[in-house]
């Protein structure tokens, strides 16, 4: 089943990962059966152009806020200021989410760029997203 992001929601992301510009911005993606309902921007740790790792604290919280709610974390989102929307090898080694989505918004021109994939003990597969309104 295809990830389903609605408009809103991608122009949130992409807000998001263009305030942080030049350093990567990162988030999670929470809903149910492959519909996003929420899109929770978070802090990166590293406040780096290249790599980026989710404030623990932030992350503890929207876990807690996803379990509360019955929901399932979809997808982990993060930006790459200026390369492209595929997973770096820091990426595959850091996704600690078998079952979650990984996005990835490249925002190197003509930009941005989003794709989706899952990384899998190291093996990295793309993912359909579709964007509704
Ligand atoms: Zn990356």
Redesign the pocket.
């Known amino acids: 089943m295809p990830l389903e992001l609605t408009t809103a929601q991608l122009a949130a992301i992409l807000e998001h990962c263009r305030r942080e510009a030049p350093l ?1 911005a990162c988030g999670i993606l929470a809903g149910r059966d492959a519909r996003v309902s929420r899109v929770h921007p978070l802090t990166n740790a590293d406040r780096s152009r290249t790599s ?1 790792l989710i404030e623990p604290r932030e992350q503890l919280r929207v876990m807690g806020e996803i379990w509360d709610r019955q929901e399932e974390l979809l997808a982990i989102f ?1 930006s ?1 200021p200026a390369s492209p929307a595929y ?2 090898s820091r ?1 595959v080694e850091l996704a600690f989410y078998p079952d979650s989505r990984y996005i ?1 918004v490249s925002l190197r021109d003509p930009g941005p760029e989003i794709r989706c994939f899952l990384i899998r003990e190291g093996v990295i597969t793309e993912e359909p997203l579709e964007i509704i309104e």
């Open positions: 990567e980026y993060h790459h997973p770096s990426d990835i």
